[in-house]
């Protein structure tokens, strides 16, 4: 234990640490603080926060980066310890959101329309993207998010895919890219059913239910069914989807570690258990059965989204920009043709149940 504690204060205990963990801070500050703003909040605080992390990686590489190769080498390695444990900390915070009374009683009907929203989503999307020759990796990222619930899932579902150390960097760029893409498709879907929903002839409930069970990140099926006047049960129904994202990610750790990853030396193969995802279910259940942990729930979860957004801006000041623009284009198109076929689903669903 006192080796491991020397070995972890010698990595974080560095001035490149503390420079990367205020510009992070500052970035999913001042991104939180841009989401209440029109236009701004279709897109949400982590997309910002990603964003501004891609446009300062600009002046921290002429500015300190290229001073030397420790400063190089000591920023990469501070970006990557805050976007991968952070990451962990926030979804395991963002399990405060997830009121389990609620899913279980109001949102009875929409946990099993989530299950097979999910499952069919994954599965579509990781085919289209095959076809289209898609590294796995990158595909599965990508099918997650479009199924789940955007760049929290992608996220999730990363850290329950585990890599050799030389693949780590190819990983963070597949994230990246996977949220980008996320991103603009949420953005596009979203303005595409407040558009065409009110001439569809569905009744606002069924609007809400299309949003939820249709669109990528939290923010977009919020803006989507407070445009109908049913946020209520589009909340309900996207946060249904996000209660998904514990048994995809499990699912998934397994899949992986047997079609993706090399077999030991020793023939046994370990499964990397996604277990910040039981932090996530502990989160919901205190805060849905802990009276004090109730009443600064908002508290919480705003903290997650803070601690989300720093990952997420320090995942940003890594990416490798080439790889995404020659990686990217045929993984668009498989979460561009997926999100038509997931709209058209829910809508049916929607009509059909509800």
């Known amino acids: 234990m006192k080796e491991f504690c020397e070995k972890w204060w010698k990595r974080i205990a560095t001035k490149e640490m503390v420079f990367i963990g205020i510009v992070t801070l500052l970035a999913s500050l001042i991104a939180s603080w841009l989401k209440q703003f029109p236009g701004f909040s279709l897109f949400g605080a982590l997309i910002i926060a990603l ?4 446009i300062v990686q600009f002046p921290i590489r002429q500015w300190y980066v290229g001073r030397s190769a ?51 989503t994954i599965v579509v999307c990781y085919g289209i993207a095959r076809r289209l020759g898609v590294d796995p990796q990158l595909a599965i990222l990508v099918a997650g998010g479009t199924g789940i619930c955007g760049a929290a899932a ?10 050799p150390p030389e693949q780590e960097d190819d990983k963070a760029n597949n994230e990246v ?6 991103a603009i498709m949420g953005t596009i879907f979203a303005l595409l059913e407040i558009a065409l929903g ?12 299309t949003a939820g069970a249709s669109l990528h990140e939290i923010a977009h099926a919020v803006a989507a069914g407070d445009a109908f006047g049913a946020v209520d049960i589009a909340t309900i129904m996207k946060l249904s989807r996000v209660l998904m994202l514990v048994f995809a990610a499990i699912i998934i750790a397994v899949w992986w570690d047997r079609n993706h990853s090399e077999m030991p030396a020793d023939g046994k193969r370990k499964v990397s258990f996604p277990w910040f995802m039981l932090g996530f279910i502990g989160a919901s259940v205190i805060g849905t059965f802990v009276p004090f942990i109730a009443t ?32 990217g284009r ?12 997931l709209m058209c689903f829910a809508a049916g669903v929607a009509f059909v149940f509800f």
């Open 154 to 163: 992608v996220m999730g579902l990363s850290g329950s895919i585990k890599v």
């Open 177 to 182: 890219m996977a949220v980008a893409i996320i």
């Open 70 to 120: 420790e400063h190089k080498a000591g920023v990469k390695d501070a970006a990557g310890v805050i976007s991968n444990k952070l990451l962990r900390l926030g979804i395991i915070l963002l399990g405060f959101k997830l009121n389990l009374t609620v899913l279980f009683t109001q949102g009875i009907k929409c946990l099993p329309i989530a299950a097979a929203v999910v499952a069919l």
């Open 51 to 54: 964003l501004i992390g891609m």
């Open 296 to 327: 600064i729930t908002p508290q919480l979860v705003d903290f997650a989204y803070i601690v989300l957004g720093m990952a997420m801006a320090a995942l940003g000041i890594n990416v490798n920009f080439k790889a995404i623009a020659k990686k």
């Open 330 to 341: 045929k993984a668009f198109l498989a979460s561009f043709l997926t999100s038509i076929l």
């Open 198 to 209: 009110p001439l569809t002839g569905l009744t606002k409930t069924q609007l809400g239910i």
